[in-house]
């Protein structure tokens, strides 16, 4: 372990310095937020009045419920900016330097789901801490139970990055690609609005939402926010996570994924 550890230091410091040279990335990740936090949210509290659900034991401003979905949605970006990145990789070269390393691929892989998931903890505690500048405040000791939710969240979020990034051939299809993935998964969550208000309108659409594995990092972070726990959500996130990270390893399969295709 202690040979690997050098090659870990070298892949996540490569994700942090190339987010540091990035700055419109750290900026465009908190601007997409605030906007619905005080904009969307303005237009959106009269018209979606919430009942006390779990985890909330009173009512709750629109501002406070959507704050979870949004820190589940800086991550979504951040999953697919890895994405991204890693097709961009691929058509430079530096993809096949890393994959070719003395290292199992595996670990490369999950070394480079680390640094990622680093940084868009990193963008959420600023999200978190702007949002409370603005007078929505969560519990303080919710800032740090709130720390394995986004570690599990970012890593199921980041693995499905990883996943998309192992079939998609030229960096041209990505922005398609993204937009089929990101906007289904966050609009056909919880992030917005609690899922029994989507019950009263579709029946069909309510078990699309339960079955989206976004609306269970979201619920896993909003839980986690109020210094409690859902097992579902926590149960539903690991599973998810498992099955991208095994589908971004079969993908990255010289013998079988998009590595061998493009020989």
Known sequence: MTRRFPAFKAIVLREVLRFIHQRERFLAALVRPLIWLLV????????LGL????????????????????????????????????????????????????????FLLFSKLCGATF???LQCYAFLIIARL????HPLLGHLTVLPALILAGLMLGALGLAISSFIKQLENFAGVMNFVIFPMFF??????????????????????????????VELIRFALHVSLSPWALLWTVLAGAA?????????DPARGMIRKRR
Not at 40 to 47: H, L, N, V
Not at 134 to 137: D, M
């Open 188 to 217: 056909l969550s919880s992030a917005l609005y609690p899922l029994w208000k989507m019950q009263e309108s579709s029946e069909s659409l309510y078990w699309i939402c339960r079955l989206n594995p976004f609306t269970h990092a």
């Open 244 to 252: 991208f990270t095994v589908l971004a390893l079969w993908g990255y």
């Open 40 to 47: 969307f949210a303005a237009g959106f509290r009269a018209a």
């Open 119 to 121: 940084i868009g903890i």
């Open 134 to 137: 603005f007078g929505v405040e």
């Open 51 to 106: 009942s006390i659900i779990p985890p909330y034991q009173t009512y709750i401003t629109y501002e406070t419920y959507i704050v979870p979905g949004l820190c589940g949605m800086i991550l979504l970006f951040n999953g697919m900016q890895t994405s991204l990145s890693l097709v961009y990789d691929r058509e430079m070269g530096s993809m096949r330097l890393l994959l070719t390393a003395p290292q199992p691929r595996w």
